[in-house]
């Protein structure tokens, strides 16, 4: 029977994985008090306009479009680090990397709308929860923007090295986390608004 | 122009009123008597290389240990200031306090015992004693468990900032209710100071509990399956996977405190449709669990102690892991009973309660557990057993009380009574604190080198169990009388002072265990050449940690040994399994990023206080640079060639042969009288050779 | 010789231990002496039946903790090293029956607790009435920096920091709370406590069987003037209480909205004050100042809480 003897490296590689996991579901439990905190508060409008009134269901369709796409491109960009094709790699978590600042550029565009109309998180309740759980899910995006923009700059110059494709993953599981939350944000918040 | 680089800070800040004088005054004392013995010995660049930037985390361990010990004194004075309030504030005496301050005091000792010194001595323990019990050489992640350390000095920092800087603590309580911790209520920095300290040490204990869980679940010695482990490390398994669980809790809870008291949002205002009582509810699923968080540990030493000086193998081990992981599980559904009297319907309040209830039998089963194996065991009353003895009475006290309060309609008359105060007191001091100090005693030989004072020890344990019963059951007493718990003052015509008085006593005889407990290491440091352990192995263990020298090399296990049953290294010992060829060691180099992380970290959190938003800016910038360099670090770990360690193993051997065995009788270990006449000998002999010298 | 030592000292230690124990017992019954102990002297039937409840559960778990206890101290004893006569066996042990002894014997405890606990927090529920053959008295409370409101909508008086009831009426007294951070409103001679906050309404229901003068407290810290938030409630027969309310309603002040706003400034150790025709409408807008928060349209804009 054959027995496969971990290097030091592969177990090293597997523990920061497990870690990571691990990581992201503290930041899942971080993400479901502000769900539960949104569930308990959204409906604190204390008179004013509620989300039906001031949500805009085609922006968020696009967001959520836009975010799937770009989970899409980085899982193939993925495939190709594994090949270890680093022109593909660049090319498609490039793609990654403009699709998640459309993403952004649209949601600051939607808060930048809120603002300027009065609706700012100190009005009340329901307001400051809305933007701290999406504000919260956007400052998410952002870290993994500036993540991803540093981690291909490396790749740029050092190559896909062993240890730029664990990085990688790493990044790519985070992207991954992020759209997953962004569904959850899209149904409870945007869609539930209209029903 | 001044409030953008300052923020909100003045000169009305700095320290003007006695006590913030004279906590400023001791700090700067002790630190600059610190920088001075550094200077003169010219020790500055081995404790950089050798302790700061060290990732090992038996150093790690020692640095949580003496920091967290430093703390404990720290909260203890706050608790003396307590008790000699309460006794003095009877009737028109208002006492020595005036409230505000008074509600500062028991806020800080509050958080300062439950986050700095139990999470502090808890981490240090596991951070030295589970890799060697699994047979790991490190951490799963040095790198995030300097941090985390630093993380957590950082939070030690922020929490005694207030000296400094502002002059107020949060009044709010160890849990800083809301309404009562908004803005509205609180305008002033205290509760900032309560916010920040700790959400960084927060942030820390969450990068340790990661880092603990992947140890524990991936570096296990081959052979070693998870219902071989030691009890000590299940114990710190459960515990930090409830801690993985709800410290997310708090650290999100936290955010919104700081969101709405910075930026004025409406999560817990009492207007514009906050809810307070959400705030309850949040910092409560977190609460209650953290609680079970500092006992899981506590519960596993225990079971390594008695089945070590019992000369038995635990007994129902498995039932034994059940229970610690039924407590664990349990821990996280119960947090409603904390506020039975909010207002939540009967159907809420007795599941609750019922969920309450049933931690008690998880719990039984490892008393269960504990009489088993004592049952013909050769039992020998060292120092850690004495502490287990301690902790069994006591904690019982603290496990009945608690289920009484466990009752919706007997709670409504306990709630936020000194009944409650004694009931958590009893389990916190008697089970965690007293799991520490015997876990201490118990590893501290393995640790230093050399066992510690028996006879001291003794009188140490006795103190704290004398202390608590004086101290706490006239707490019992009180809330029975329908005393609440924060009075700053009481009505004479209560009768409540002479009991006051009686837990201010109680109190006293708790310092001089304290004392003593400092006694006991400087008369073992003394007597360290007859008490040394030159074998690694002092009383006949039974785990793996025994295995190794003591102190143990750097790299812990020359040959990480081959695990074929629980107990694994009372079988090497029958078994005298073979050694295997030494092989290269990989090491994780130091590094100091956890130190320059935490100053940003806190930095930040200042800034936040202060509302210096530069500094906060700068800082966060600052954290995410350090954080991004680290990570494209590739030359983090170095090597110790085979012939490199066969060397320091022989040499290590030989020290054992030549050096006498240690001296487990302790009929020779210096008594108080003796220590007190040492100490007075060598303060002469310094006094009279600098006299010499000045001649 | 050593181990004569260790016998007379592991001798002394049990010793010591007993005697220390039963000193304490004298020293705490001495100091208890003359002293009320409110939980053991309840005053009305709410508070009666938690003290009830309160033994029993307690007896209960003593009966099953002391043997426990006994047994574990008793194995320290009789096992210990010096005691050459103890039988030692080296090896686990083991047992199924022993299994199933300590999981399920600490099971039934809990399901004969839990079986008393259920029933008694639906009975003993603070905010369900109690049926006593009588109409009963409605007392609206507003918990404030650092006093109690105590306002009678009936009798059209107010009081500060003194409640009077009478005898054998079940009363319902209303729990809110206006600029002022959670607070508890606690009466431990006639039953439990509840938390009377800002935007809720809780009912704690409450009837005194014994004539008297009862102390009552703020359970939760809510300031700095927390310790000193006391009143005072005074069971009386119902022509004395019919008097009295009859004297308040003489008093001098009326409880109007301005002087409320004057009430609502922070002040410890509010000494009792006695009002006259408090304005009807008081204590719903009260209510109404945190209203508004469930999407409802009528929480308005202007009337914000005013706050420090």
Same mark, same amino acid.
């Given at each position: 029977?054959?027995?496969?003897?971990?290097?030091?490296?592969?177990?090293?590689?597997?523990?920061?994985?497990?870690?990571?996991?691990?990581?992201?579901?503290?930041?899942?439990?971080?993400?479901?008090?502000?769900?539960?905190?949104?569930?308990?508060?959204?409906?604190?409008?204390?008179?004013?306009?509620?989300?039906?009134?001031?949500?805009?269901?085609?922006?968020?369709?696009?967001?959520?479009?836009?975010?799937?796409?770009?989970?899409?491109?980085?899982?193939?960009?993925?495939?190709?680090?594994?090949?270890?094709?680093?022109?593909?790699?660049?090319?498609?978590?490039?793609?990654?990397?403009?699709?998640?600042?459309?993403?952004?550029?649209?949601?600051?565009?939607?808060?930048?709308?809120?603002?300027?109309?009065?609706?700012?998180?100190?009005?009340?309740?329901?307001?400051?929860?809305?933007?701290?759980?999406?504000?919260?899910?956007?400052?998410?995006?952002?870290?993994?923007?500036?993540?991803?923009?540093?981690?291909?700059?490396?790749?740029?110059?050092?190559?896909?090295?062993?240890?730029?494709?664990?990085?990688?993953?790493?990044?790519?599981?985070?992207?991954?986390?992020?759209?997953?939350?962004?569904?959850?944000?899209?149904?409870?918040?945007?869609?539930?608004?209209?029903? | 122009?001044?409030?953008?680089?300052?923020?909100?800070?003045?000169?009305?800040?700095?320290?003007?009123?006695?006590?913030?004088?004279?906590?400023?005054?001791?700090?700067?004392?002790?630190?600059?008597?610190?920088?001075?013995?550094?200077?003169?010995?010219?020790?500055?660049?081995?404790?950089?290389?050798?302790?700061?930037?060290?990732?090992?985390?038996?150093?790690?361990?020692?640095?949580?240990?003496?920091?967290?010990?430093?703390?404990?004194?720290?909260?203890?004075?706050?608790?003396?200031?307590?008790?000699?309030?309460?006794?003095?504030?009877?009737?028109?005496?208002?006492?020595?306090?005036?409230?505000?301050?008074?509600?500062?005091?028991?806020?800080?000792?509050?958080?300062?015992?439950?986050?700095?010194?139990?999470?502090?001595?808890?981490?240090?323990?596991?951070?030295?004693?589970?890799?060697?019990?699994?047979?790991?050489?490190?951490?799963?992640?040095?790198?995030?468990?300097?941090?985390?350390?630093?993380?957590?000095?950082?939070?030690?920092?922020?929490?005694?900032?207030?000296?400094?800087?502002?002059?107020?603590?949060?009044?709010?309580?160890?849990?800083?209710?809301?309404?009562?911790?908004?803005?509205?209520?609180?305008?002033?920095?205290?509760?900032?100071?309560?916010?920040?300290?700790?959400?960084?040490?927060?942030?820390?204990?969450?990068?340790?509990?990661?880092?603990?869980?992947?140890?524990?679940?991936?570096?296990?010695?081959?052979?070693?399956?998870?219902?071989?482990?030691?009890?000590?490390?299940?114990?710190?398994?459960?515990?930090?996977?409830?801690?993985?669980?709800?410290?997310?809790?708090?650290?999100?809870?936290?955010?919104?405190?700081?969101?709405?008291?910075?930026?004025?949002?409406?999560?817990?205002?009492?207007?514009?449709?906050?809810?307070?009582?959400?705030?309850?509810?949040?910092?409560?699923?977190?609460?209650?669990?953290?609680?079970?968080?500092?006992?899981?540990?506590?519960?596993?030493?225990?079971?390594?102690?008695?089945?070590?000086?019992?000369?038995?193998?635990?007994?129902?081990?498995?039932?034994?892991?059940?229970?610690?992981?039924?407590?664990?599980?349990?821990?996280?559904?119960?947090?409603?009973?904390?506020?039975?009297?909010?207002?939540?319907?009967?159907?809420?309040?007795?599941?609750?309660?019922?969920?309450?209830?049933?931690?008690?039998?998880?719990?039984?089963?490892?008393?269960?557990?504990?009489?088993?194996?004592?049952?013909?065991?050769?039992?020998?009353?060292?120092?850690?057993?004495?502490?287990?003895?301690?902790?069994?009475?006591?904690?019982?006290?603290?496990?009945?009380?608690?289920?009484?309060?466990?009752?919706?309609?007997?709670?409504?008359?306990?709630?936020?009574?000194?009944?409650?105060?004694?009931?958590?007191?009893?389990?916190?001091?008697?089970?965690?604190?007293?799991?520490?100090?015997?876990?201490?005693?118990?590893?501290?030989?393995?640790?230093?080198?050399?066992?510690?004072?028996?006879?001291?020890?003794?009188?140490?344990?006795?103190?704290?169990?004398?202390?608590?019963?004086?101290?706490?059951?006239?707490?019992?007493?009180?809330?029975?009388?329908?005393?609440?718990?924060?009075?700053?003052?009481?009505?004479?015509?209560?009768?409540?002072?002479?009991?006051?008085?009686?837990?201010?006593?109680?109190?006293?005889?708790?310092?001089?265990?304290?004392?003593?407990?400092?006694?006991?290491?400087?008369?073992?440091?003394?007597?360290?050449?007859?008490?040394?352990?030159?074998?690694?192995?002092?009383?006949?263990?039974?785990?793996?940690?025994?295995?190794?020298?003591?102190?143990?090399?750097?790299?812990?296990?020359?040959?990480?040994?081959?695990?074929?049953?629980?107990?694994?290294?009372?079988?090497?010992?029958?078994?005298?399994?073979?050694?295997?060829?030494?092989?290269?060691?990989?090491?994780?180099?130091?590094?100091?990023?956890?130190?320059?992380?935490?100053?940003?970290?806190?930095?930040?959190?200042?800034?936040?206080?202060?509302?210096?938003?530069?500094?906060?800016?700068?800082?966060?910038?600052?954290?995410?640079?350090?954080?991004?360099?680290?990570?494209?670090?590739?030359?983090?770990?170095?090597?110790?060639?085979?012939?490199?360690?066969?060397?320091?193993?022989?040499?290590?051997?030989?020290?054992?042969?030549?050096?006498?065995?240690?001296?487990?009788?302790?009929?020779?270990?210096?008594?108080?009288?003796?220590?007190?006449?040492?100490?007075?000998?060598?303060?002469?002999?310094?006094?009279?050779?600098?006299?010499?010298?000045?001649? | 010789?050593?181990?004569?030592?260790?016998?007379?000292?592991?001798?002394?230690?049990?010793?010591?231990?007993?005697?220390?124990?039963?000193?304490?017992?004298?020293?705490?019954?001495?100091?208890?002496?003359?002293?009320?102990?409110?939980?053991?002297?309840?005053?009305? &039937?709410?508070?009666?039946?938690?003290?009830?409840?309160?033994?029993?559960?307690?007896?209960?778990?003593?009966?099953?903790?002391?043997?426990?206890?006994?047994?574990?101290?008793?194995?320290?004893?009789?096992?210990?090293?010096?005691?050459?006569?103890?039988?030692?066996?080296?090896?686990?042990?083991?047992?199924?029956?022993?299994?199933?002894?300590?999981?399920?014997?600490?099971?039934?405890?809990?399901?004969?607790?839990?079986?008393?606990?259920?029933?008694?927090?639906?009975?003993?529920?603070?905010?369900?009435?109690?049926?006593?053959?009588?109409?009963? &008295?409605?007392?609206?409370?507003?918990?404030?920096?650092?006093?109690?409101?105590?306002?009678?909508?009936?009798?059209?008086?107010?009081?500060?920091?003194?409640?009077?009831?009478?005898?054998?009426?079940?009363?319902?007294?209303?729990?809110?709370?206006?600029?002022?951070?959670?607070?508890?409103?606690?009466? %431990?001679?006639?039953?439990?406590?509840?938390?009377?906050?800002?935007?809720?309404?809780?009912?704690?229901?409450?009837?005194?069987?014994?004539?008297?003068?009862?102390?009552?407290?703020?359970?939760?810290?809510?300031?700095?003037?927390?310790?000193?938030?006391?009143?005072?409630?005074?069971?009386?027969?119902?022509?004395?209480?019919?008097?009295?309310?009859?004297?308040?309603?003489?008093?001098?002040?009326?409880?109007?909205?301005?002087?409320?706003?004057?009430?609502?400034?922070?002040?410890?150790?509010?000494?009792?004050?006695?009002?006259?025709?408090?304005? %009807?409408?008081?204590?719903?807008?009260?209510?109404?100042?945190?209203?508004?928060?469930?999407?409802?349209?009528?929480?308005?804009?202007?009337?914000?809480?005013?706050?420090?």
């Amino acid at each position: 029977m054959t027995h496969h003897v971990e290097t030091h490296e592969e177990a090293a590689n597997d523990r920061v994985m497990f870690g990571f996991w691990v990581y992201l579901m503290t930041d899942l439990l971080m993400f479901a008090i502000l769900f539960a905190v949104y569930a308990v508060l959204h409906g604190n409008t204390m008179g004013g306009p509620a989300g039906r009134d001031l949500f805009k269901p085609e922006l968020a369709l696009a967001e959520t479009l836009i975010l799937l796409t770009s989970s899409f491109t980085a899982g193939i960009g993925m495939i190709a680090a594994r090949r270890g094709i680093k022109r593909q790699v660049l090319v498609w978590f490039g793609i990654t990397f403009l699709l998640g600042l459309a993403f952004l550029g649209i949601e600051l565009f939607e808060f930048a709308e809120f603002i300027h109309e009065g609706h700012t998180m100190t009005v009340n309740a329901f307001l400051s929860s809305f933007f701290v759980l999406v504000g919260t899910h956007g400052l998410h995006i952002t870290s993994g923007l500036l993540w991803l923009a540093i981690l291909l700059a490396f790749i740029t110059k050092r190559g896909l090295t062993k240890a730029n494709v664990r990085k990688l993953a790493l990044l790519s599981l985070f992207w991954h986390f992020l759209d997953i939350v962004w569904i959850f944000i899209f149904t409870v918040v945007y869609l539930r608004a209209f029903v | 122009m001044k409030e953008f680089w300052l923020g909100k800070l003045n000169s009305h800040a700095l320290p003007h009123e006695w006590f913030t004088i004279l906590g400023s005054i001791s700090f700067i004392m002790l630190g600059l008597t610190v920088i001075a013995l550094l200077t003169y010995t010219k020790r500055w660049k081995w404790l950089w290389n050798e302790w700061l930037t060290s990732v090992d985390p038996k150093k790690i361990g020692i640095m949580y240990f003496i920091v967290g010990g430093f703390m404990l004194l720290r909260g203890g004075l706050d608790a003396i200031m307590i008790w000699l309030q309460q006794s003095l504030s009877s009737g028109a005496s208002h006492g020595y306090l005036s409230a505000e301050h008074f509600q500062q005091v028991f806020t800080a000792h509050g958080n300062i015992m439950v986050f700095f010194v139990a999470m502090g001595l808890i981490f240090g323990l596991i951070n030295y004693i589970v890799p060697l019990q699994i047979g790991a050489r490190d951490l799963a992640s040095p790198f995030m468990n300097t941090l985390g350390f630093w993380l957590y000095v950082a939070g030690v920092v922020m929490v005694n900032m207030f000296f400094l800087f502002g002059g107020e603590y949060a009044a709010t309580g160890w849990l800083a209710v809301a309404p009562l911790s908004g803005k509205a209520f609180s305008p002033g920095v205290g509760v900032d100071y309560w916010i920040w300290s700790l959400q960084i040490s927060g942030v820390g204990t969450t990068l340790g509990a990661i880092n603990f869980i992947m140890t524990i679940l991936k570096m296990r010695a081959k052979g070693m399956t998870l219902l071989k482990m030691p009890l000590f490390t299940w114990g710190s398994l459960c515990s930090m996977i409830m801690a993985v669980s709800v410290f997310p809790l708090l650290t999100m809870t936290l955010f919104l405190v700081f969101f709405d008291r910075y930026f004025g949002t409406h999560f817990f205002t009492t207007d514009a449709g906050g809810n307070a009582m959400m705030y309850t509810n949040l910092i409560w699923m977190w609460g209650h669990p953290e609680v079970y968080i500092l006992m899981l540990p506590s519960f596993g030493v225990f079971s390594e102690i008695v089945s070590t000086f019992s000369h038995k193998p635990i007994a129902y081990y498995k039932s034994n892991v059940l229970g610690m992981i039924g407590v664990s599980t349990l821990a996280l559904s119960v947090w409603l009973h904390h506020f039975f009297t909010m207002g939540a319907s009967a159907e809420v309040n007795s599941a609750f309660g019922v969920a309450t209830m049933i931690i008690a039998i998880p719990t039984t089963v490892l008393v269960f557990s504990w009489i088993a194996t004592m049952y013909k065991g050769r039992i020998r009353f060292t120092t850690p057993m004495l502490w287990f003895l301690g902790f069994i009475g006591i904690f019982a006290l603290g496990g009945i009380s608690g289920v009484l309060l466990a009752i919706p309609p007997v709670d409504f008359q306990l709630h936020n009574s000194l009944f409650l105060v004694a009931h958590f007191h009893s389990t916190v001091i008697g089970g965690v604190l007293f799991g520490i100090f015997a876990g201490l005693n118990y590893w501290f030989p393995k640790i230093a080198g050399f066992r510690l004072n028996e006879r001291i020890g003794r009188y140490a344990v006795w103190c704290w169990i004398i202390g608590f019963f004086v101290a706490f059951t006239p707490l019992y007493v009180l809330g029975l009388m329908g005393a609440t718990r924060r009075l700053d003052h009481y009505d004479a015509s209560k009768g409540w002072q002479p009991f006051y008085i009686m837990a201010f006593v109680g109190g006293l005889i708790i310092a001089a265990g304290v004392a003593l407990q400092i006694v006991q290491i400087i008369a073992s440091f003394i007597q360290r050449k007859r008490l040394r352990d030159t074998t690694g192995d002092p009383w006949d263990g039974r785990t793996l940690e025994w295995a190794t020298a003591s102190p143990p090399p750097s790299y812990n296990f020359a040959v990480i040994p081959q695990v074929s049953t629980r107990d694994a290294y009372f079988e090497m010992k029958q078994l005298h399994t073979p050694k295997h060829a030494y092989e290269d060691i990989h090491m994780p180099k130091n590094t100091a990023s956890g130190i320059y992380i935490s100053i940003f970290a806190f930095l930040a959190g200042f800034g936040f206080v202060w509302e210096i938003n530069w500094l906060a800016v700068v800082s966060i910038i600052g954290i995410i640079v350090c954080l991004i360099t680290r990570t494209f670090n590739e030359d983090s770990e170095y090597t110790i060639p085979a012939e490199v360690v066969k060397k320091m193993e022989k040499a290590q051997a030989a020290k054992v042969r030549t050096e006498h065995g240690s001296n487990s009788d302790d009929e020779a270990d210096m008594g108080l009288i003796e220590f007190v006449k040492t100490v007075l000998a060598w303060a002469l002999g310094m006094a009279l050779s600098i006299v010499r010298k000045k001649r | 010789m050593a181990k004569h030592k260790k016998k007379i000292r592991e001798g002394r230690a049990v010793g010591l231990t007993f005697l220390g124990l039963i000193g304490l017992g004298l020293v705490v019954a001495w100091l208890l002496r003359g002293n009320d102990v409110i939980l053991f002297n309840p005053k009305g &039937l709410i508070a009666t039946e938690q003290h009830r409840l309160m033994l029993t559960s307690t007896l209960i778990m003593l009966g099953f903790a002391v043997p426990v206890l006994v047994t574990l101290y008793f194995f320290a004893w009789k096992f210990r090293e010096t005691n050459q006569k103890a039988t030692h066996n080296p090896n686990v042990s083991r047992g199924r029956v022993a299994v199933l002894a300590f999981w399920g014997i600490p099971t039934v405890i809990m399901l004969v607790l839990a079986s008393l606990m259920i029933p008694a927090t639906f009975k003993l529920e603070p905010q369900d009435s109690i049926e006593a053959g009588k109409d009963p &008295l409605t007392i609206q409370v507003v918990a404030l920096r650092w006093k109690w409101l105590f306002i009678y909508p009936e009798q059209n008086i107010a009081t500060v920091n003194y409640a009077q009831i009478p005898i054998d009426t079940p009363v319902k007294f209303e729990l809110t709370a206006d600029e002022t951070p959670m607070s508890s409103f606690w009466i %431990p001679h006639l039953g439990g406590q509840l938390y009377a906050m800002t935007e809720h309404v809780n009912q704690l229901n409450l009837i005194a069987d014994t004539l008297g003068d009862y102390e009552g407290s703020a359970a939760e810290i809510n300031g700095a003037g927390f310790a000193g938030m006391r009143f005072i409630t005074r069971v009386s027969t119902q022509d004395d209480f019919d008097t009295w309310a009859h004297e308040t309603k003489q008093s001098p002040t009326e409880l109007s909205t301005p002087e409320y706003k004057n009430l609502l400034e922070p002040s410890e150790n509010h000494p009792v004050a006695s009002y006259k025709d408090p304005d %009807p409408n008081l204590y719903s807008t009260i209510l109404s100042k945190y209203a508004g928060s469930h999407g409802g349209s009528h929480g308005s804009h202007t009337q914000n809480a005013r706050e420090h």
